[in-house]
């Protein structure tokens, strides 16, 4: 079992800053690939980025390419999510997703994903 608490979001100015955080709980989280995604009012959650367990695989959405990076301290069961040059169509609620089976890849497909936080709100205001 694997337990997320989201933290970090907040409201910022277009071309402003964010990082998210997601802290994890159980020896599983370190060695288990974490996803982040979002959902924006009215919309289907998507997938932001993800990383394997010992951050060698990296995934990102093109959207957010050059301006996000996830990385993770399993020493402190914490994955980041560092996100610059923010836009309005960033906003969202930001969720942090763990996978069940331990060293399987990231993943795109939230379907994948068996535990999850409960997100943080994200604004971006023009």
């Known amino acids: 079992q694997v337990q997320l608490v989201e933290s970090g979001g907040g409201l910022v100015q277009t071309g402003g800053s964010l990082r998210l955080s997601c802290a994890g709980s159980?020896?599983?989280?370190?060695?288990?690939?974490i996803g982040w995604f979002r959902q924006a009012p009215g919309k289907e959650r998507e997938f932001v980025a993800a990383?394997?367990?010992?951050?060698?695989?990296?995934k990102y959405v093109d959207s957010v390419k050059g301006r996000f990076t996830i990385s993770r301290d399993n020493a402190k069961n914490t994955v980041n999510l560092q996100m610059n040059n923010l836009k309005p169509e960033d906003t969202a609620v930001y969720y942090c997703?763990?996978?069940?089976?331990?060293?399987?890849?990231?993943?795109?497909?939230?379907?994948?994903?068996?535990?999850w936080g409960q997100g943080t709100q994200v604004t971006v205001s023009s």
């Open positions: 159980g020896r599983a989280f370190t060695i288990s690939p």
């Open positions: 990383l394997s367990w010992n951050a060698d695989d990296t």
């Open positions: 997703a763990a996978r069940a089976i331990p060293g399987t890849p990231p993943s795109i497909n939230p379907d994948t994903y068996e535990y």
